[in-house]
Protein backbone atom coordinates (compact mmCIF):
# COMPACT_ATOMS: atom_id res chain seq x y z
CA UNK A 1 0.00 0.00 0.00
CA UNK A 2 0.94 3.36 -0.59
CA UNK A 3 2.13 5.74 1.85
CA UNK A 4 0.34 9.04 2.50
CA UNK A 5 3.29 11.69 1.61
CA UNK A 6 2.81 15.04 3.53
CA UNK A 7 4.44 17.90 4.53
CA UNK A 8 5.64 16.64 7.38
CA UNK A 9 6.99 13.35 6.63
CA UNK A 10 8.68 13.70 2.97
CA UNK A 11 11.68 14.77 4.17
CA UNK A 12 11.97 11.68 6.27
CA UNK A 13 10.90 9.17 3.59
CA UNK A 14 13.54 10.92 1.26
CA UNK A 15 16.15 10.49 3.62
CA UNK A 16 15.13 6.42 4.05
CA UNK A 17 17.91 5.53 1.30
CA UNK A 18 15.47 3.52 -0.93
CA UNK A 19 13.87 4.78 -4.06
CA UNK A 20 10.79 6.70 -4.41
CA UNK A 21 7.91 7.45 -6.45
CA UNK A 22 5.28 9.82 -5.24
CA UNK A 23 2.22 10.42 -6.65
CA UNK A 24 0.78 14.36 -6.56
CA UNK A 25 -3.16 13.85 -7.05
CA UNK A 26 -6.72 15.13 -5.90
CA UNK A 27 -9.85 13.36 -5.20
CA UNK A 28 -11.37 15.44 -7.62
CA UNK A 29 -9.00 14.53 -11.08
CA UNK A 30 -10.14 12.23 -13.22
CA UNK A 31 -7.14 10.81 -14.58
CA UNK A 32 -5.64 10.49 -11.38
CA UNK A 33 -7.70 8.23 -10.31
CA UNK A 34 -6.92 5.85 -13.64
CA UNK A 35 -3.12 6.56 -12.09
CA UNK A 36 -4.32 5.60 -8.33
CA UNK A 37 -4.99 2.16 -8.62
CA UNK A 38 -1.62 1.44 -10.88
CA UNK A 39 0.51 2.96 -7.90
CA UNK A 40 -1.25 0.73 -5.67
CA UNK A 41 -0.25 -2.07 -7.29
CA UNK A 42 3.35 -1.34 -7.83
CA UNK A 43 3.35 -0.42 -4.01
CA UNK A 44 2.79 -4.15 -3.42
CA UNK A 45 4.84 -5.65 -6.51
CA UNK A 46 7.86 -3.23 -4.74
CA UNK A 47 7.35 -3.60 -1.73
CA UNK A 48 10.79 -4.13 0.08
CA UNK A 49 12.58 -2.03 -2.92
CA UNK A 50 11.05 1.51 -3.59
CA UNK A 51 9.04 3.75 -1.11
CA UNK A 52 5.50 4.31 -2.88
CA UNK A 53 3.99 7.22 -1.70
CA UNK A 54 0.79 9.55 -2.75
CA UNK A 55 0.33 13.39 -1.85
CA UNK A 56 -2.79 15.08 -2.01
CA UNK A 57 -2.36 18.32 -3.40
CA UNK A 58 -4.96 20.02 -1.59
CA UNK A 59 -3.75 18.74 2.00
CA UNK A 60 -0.44 20.27 1.14
CA UNK A 61 1.16 23.10 0.11
CA UNK A 62 4.34 22.88 0.10
CA UNK A 63 5.48 19.51 -1.24
CA UNK A 64 3.52 20.31 -5.01
CA UNK A 65 5.25 23.90 -4.61
CA UNK A 66 8.70 22.74 -3.82
CA UNK A 67 8.75 20.57 -6.22
CA UNK A 68 6.77 23.23 -9.02
CA UNK A 69 3.60 20.39 -9.66
CA UNK A 70 1.35 22.43 -12.14
CA UNK A 71 -0.68 19.25 -13.83
CA UNK A 72 -2.22 16.40 -11.68
CA UNK A 73 -1.26 13.77 -11.83
CA UNK A 74 2.19 14.07 -11.56
CA UNK A 75 4.65 10.98 -10.87
CA UNK A 76 7.98 11.64 -9.48
CA UNK A 77 10.68 9.43 -9.25
CA UNK A 78 13.51 9.60 -6.68
CA UNK A 79 16.79 8.49 -6.36
CA UNK A 80 19.40 9.36 -3.63
CA UNK A 81 17.08 12.53 -2.61
CA UNK A 82 16.73 13.62 -5.92
CA UNK A 83 13.99 13.73 -8.85
CA UNK A 84 15.11 11.70 -11.29
CA UNK A 85 12.40 11.18 -13.45
CA UNK A 86 8.51 12.56 -13.51
CA UNK A 87 5.53 11.43 -15.49
CA UNK A 88 2.84 14.02 -16.17
CA UNK A 89 -0.85 12.77 -16.50
CA UNK A 90 -1.95 9.50 -17.03
CA UNK A 91 -0.16 6.43 -18.54
CA UNK A 92 0.24 3.01 -18.51
CA UNK A 93 1.76 0.42 -15.93
CA UNK A 94 4.13 -0.22 -18.21
CA UNK A 95 5.40 2.80 -18.38
CA UNK A 96 5.57 3.55 -14.51
CA UNK A 97 6.90 -0.07 -14.07
CA UNK A 98 10.09 0.76 -16.98
CA UNK A 99 10.48 4.10 -14.51
CA UNK A 100 10.79 2.20 -11.25
CA UNK A 101 13.31 -0.32 -12.70
CA UNK A 102 15.20 1.98 -13.68
CA UNK A 103 15.61 3.53 -10.26
CA UNK A 104 16.70 -0.19 -9.33
Do not use: H
Not at 14 to 28: N, R, S
Not at 69 to 95: C, M, Y
Amino acid sequence: MALEITDNNYEAILAEGKPVVIDFWAPWCGPCKMVGPIIEELAEEYQDQVIMGKCDVDECENIPAQFGIRNIPTVLFFKNGEVVDKQVGSAAKSVFDAKIKALL
